[in-house]
């Protein structure tokens, strides 16, 4: 199963500058070094915003997560990176109770795939 509704996902801007591309950022900076040895960067900052979303349309959702709040839904897949070498990464998304937008949560490396 896709993510519901992914060409509405929302993925804030300050999610991705201020946390995921952020070197400076406490819990960020270590998802900002494996981002941006696949060629992202916070300059060009668009461009993963536009990977997450297609990793979410295309990727199938690994596990889904029912709360008081609302769906989170967490997909494993590929994500295309600027160099090409589109390496495995896990995505969170959240549908809010009366929603139907996901909305980005974070994302990082899986676990035992070679992310070279």
């Known amino acids: 199963m ?3 509704n992914y060409e509405k996902a929302f993925v804030p801007k300050e999610k991705i500058t201020n946390y995921l591309l952020s070197l400076i950022h406490r819990d960020g900076c270590s998802k900002a070094r494996f981002f941006m040895r696949f060629g992202f960067s916070a300059e060009q900052w668009e461009t993963l915003t536009r ?4 990793h ?3 990727n199938e959702i690994t596990k889904t997560e029912i709360s008081y709040f609302g769906t989170r839904y967490i997909i494993e ?3 295309c990176s ?3 070498r589109n390496p495995s990464i896990r ?5 809010e109770n009366g929603s139907d937008i996901p909305c980005f949560v974070t994302a990082y490396p899986v676990k035992g ?3 070279d």
Do not use: E, H, M, T
């Not at 990977?51 to 297609?54: D, E, Y």
């Not at 995505?91 to 549908?95: D, E, L, T, Y």
């Open 82 to 84: 600027p160099d090409r």
């Open 51 to 54: 990977a997450l979303k297609f």
């Open 113 to 115: 795939k070679k992310n």
């Open 56 to 58: 979410a349309g295309y």
């Open 2 to 4: 896709k993510l519901p």
């Open 91 to 95: 995505s969170v998304w959240f549908v």
């Open 77 to 79: 897949g590929a994500i």
